[in-house]
């Protein structure tokens, strides 16, 4: 098994994003003037496992608007191509993504890939709340073109202590299990490395683009 690491551009996040408060100063200190952090970067992952490449997320696009609490600084030469290239694969090599939900710093990206590409039950219903749909607008942040994912299911039964999982490899060695919190669909990738290490390949999120 292989993992890498992908770098999609980077993006310089607000200190009240990264520090909050508690309360509601929590979402107004998003929105006023404030600090910024050092330029901080956008992963995605790809995982080489019994002869298929599994993608955990897409990355940014050059397409990105800034948002009152997020600049991104990322260029075509950036984007998931140019990134998979530079750990020896290419887009053709990609057999399947998984969206561990659906903010687009994590799936931006994926107008680029042609495989077939799956996220979390939950995540579905949440997209589509008024709050959700009302941010996107507010933010002009749209999901991309062709934003499509089949509705990946959690019917494998217990992985460690998470009481429901997602086969994702057939060796049982890369799983899908349930996270919510950063959104109620959110999920997360485990895989078993070839030392028997629990690794867990699942992007950090610097959007709050709709939740």
């Known amino acids: 098994m292989r993992i890498h690491a992908l770098t999609t551009g980077s993006v310089s996040l607000k200190h009240a994003f990264l520090h909050p408060r508690e309360g ?8 006023l003037p404030g600090e910024w952090s050092a330029r901080l970067p956008i992963h995605c992952w790809a995982i080489e496992h019994e002869d298929r490449v599994l993608l955990v997320d897409t990355g940014e696009s050059a397409t990105a608007r800034d948002i009152p609490f997020a600049r991104f600084h990322v260029t075509t030469a950036d984007e998931l191509p140019a ?13 399947e993504v998984i969206l561990t939900h659906h903010h687009g710093d994590h799936v931006d990206g994926l ?11 939950a995540e579905f219903a949440f997209i589509d709340l008024p709050f ?9 942040q749209p999901l991309p073109p062709g934003f499509a994912p089949e509705r990946l299911s959690f019917d494998d039964g217990a992985f460690g202590a998470f009481p429901r999982s ?3 490899s057939t060796d049982g060695r890369i799983v899908a299990v349930e996270t ?3 959104t109620p669909g959110h999920l997360s990738v485990i895989c078993v490395d070839d030392a028997g290490n629990h690794v867990h390949p699942t992007p950090r999120c610097t959007s709050r683009r709709s939740g």
């Open 24 to 31: 509601v100063r929590r979402q107004l200190d998003l929105f």
């Open 83 to 95: 990134a998979l290239s530079a750990a020896g694969l290419s887009i053709d090599d990609v057999s």
């Open 111 to 121: 107008s680029r890939v042609r495989a077939r590409a799956r996220m979390g039950e």
């Open 132 to 140: 959700s749909r009302f941010m996107r607008r507010a933010l002009r």
């Open 166 to 168: 997602a086969n994702l």
């Open 180 to 182: 919510p919190g950063h």
